[in-house]
């Protein structure tokens, strides 16, 4: 048979085939046997050094012919199948049904304490500054008046990067940074940020955020330190919260103060109530009514002369935990919840 013969008995050949099959799979199959690189169509060309030169190019013409031909009748055949295959779907599609909504995420429970907190202080007229969580020895310690081997170095147990720089141990370095940016008073900043220390346990954790504020103008006093600081936690914890002032030691402020807050949980009682009328100790408070919760004092002279202020310049500082308020305000009793990525936790602060 010469070959043009047998390039049309293909053709035929694929116009007998094509009925039998039924689905996309069988097509591609199909196609592989026709068309494919070993295919038949392919094995019929590669016979074309039989021929005369004088029939080569009536039969390249022929063959391109019936390629062209089977690559549509293929092209065809698929639609058919996929148009059904989307049929199919649509007919399992119900446009009545509710679409389902991306999950939202929530801002972490940190992240709404420490915005309320500058909330309430920006409002008081306090500037947000931010500085790094590696600091120089100088601005975390000496600068606050803790000369090299002081035994208040010990409070912050401390992770050296290298020799005179460390991770933050709080955010009072921020005071250092604000007076030396600002050069003069007055000052009036607060600082939210990261601080680490080597403390691991249910109220402790290496890794947690402070917030410091700090005030330097003329005739600054604790009268408005107290007042501020009053003023601020019942704005962030209620009007009925009782507030108290104890002396404290802190090498950058002078005096020095631990500020409580009355227990939220057993409303300063020592007691909470149980059942019907039951009662038994606050474990939140330890049963004092009082909740630690955070240092303060008037700025060192020593601090003012170390960033170049007049030492008889007049300011007061504070500095608070931010988890350990959002324990408070959510009633947590362990802080590394808030470490833990539990989504059944964090979902809860939206
Ligand atoms: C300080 O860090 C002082 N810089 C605060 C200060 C600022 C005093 C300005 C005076 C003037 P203290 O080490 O007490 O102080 O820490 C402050 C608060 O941080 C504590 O009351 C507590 O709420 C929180 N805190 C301390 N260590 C941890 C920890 N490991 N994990 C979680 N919170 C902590």
């Not at 007919?91 to 309320?116: I, K």
């Not at 310690?141 to 208040?152: R, S, V």
């Not at 919260?241 to 057993?266: A, H, N, Q």
């Not at 919840?337 to 539990?342: A, P």
Request: hydrophobic share 40%; charged share 25%; aromatic share 8%.
């Amino acid at each position: 048979m010469n070959l043009i013969a047998e390039l049309e008995k293909l053709l035929s050949g694929l116009h007998a085939d094509l009925p039998g099959v039924s689905s996309l799979a069988g097509l591609d199959e199909l196609q592989t046997v026709y068309l494919g690189r070993k295919g038949a169509l392919a094995r019929l060309m590669g016979r074309l050094p039989e021929l005369s030169p004088a029939d080569r190019p009536a039969f390249g013409k022929a063959a391109n012919a019936v390629k062209e031909e089977m690559v549509s009748l293929f092209a065809q055949r698929r639609k058919v199948y996929q148009t059904q295959a989307e049929d199919a779907g649509l007919a399992r599609f119900d446009p009545s049904l509710p679409g389902r909504l991306p999950g939202q995420g929530t801002l972490h429970p940190v992240t709404l304490v420490m915005e309320e907190i500058c909330r309430i202080l920006v409002n008081l007229g306090f500037e947000t500054v931010n500085g790094p969580e590696v600091e120089t020895d100088f601005n975390n310690f000496q600068a606050l008046n803790f000369p090299p081997d002081h035994p208040a170095r010990d409070m912050q147990d401390t992770f050296f990067v290298r020799e005179g720089v460390v991770m933050r141990t709080h955010t009072s370095p921020m005071q250092v940074r604000a007076m030396l940016e600002k050069g003069k008073p007055p000052v009036a900043v607060i600082a939210p940020g990261k601080v680490y220390r080597r403390d691991s346990d249910m109220t402790h954790s290496p890794m947690f955020h402070q917030i410091e504020g700090l005030l330097v103008d003329e005739n600054v006093s604790l009268a408005h330190l107290r007042g501020t600081l009053t003023f601020f936690l019942r704005e962030l914890f209620g009007p009925q919260v009782k507030v108290r002032f104890r002396p404290s030691f802190f090498p950058f402020t002078e005096p020095s103060l631990e500020v409580d807050m009355s227990c939220i949980l057993c409303k300063g009682t020592g007691q909470r109530v149980i059942g019907r009328g039951g009662k038994e100790p606050c474990r939140v408070c330890k049963s004092s009514g009082w909740l630690e919760i955070l240092g303060a004092g008037m700025v060192d002279p020593a601090v003012f002369t170390a960033v170049g202020f007049d030492p008889e310049c007049s300011g007061f500082a504070f500095g608070l935990g931010v988890e350990r308020v959002a324990m408070l305000k959510y009633g947590i009793d362990d802080l590394r919840n808030f470490f833990e990525s539990d989504l059944r936790f964090l979902k809860q602060f939206i």
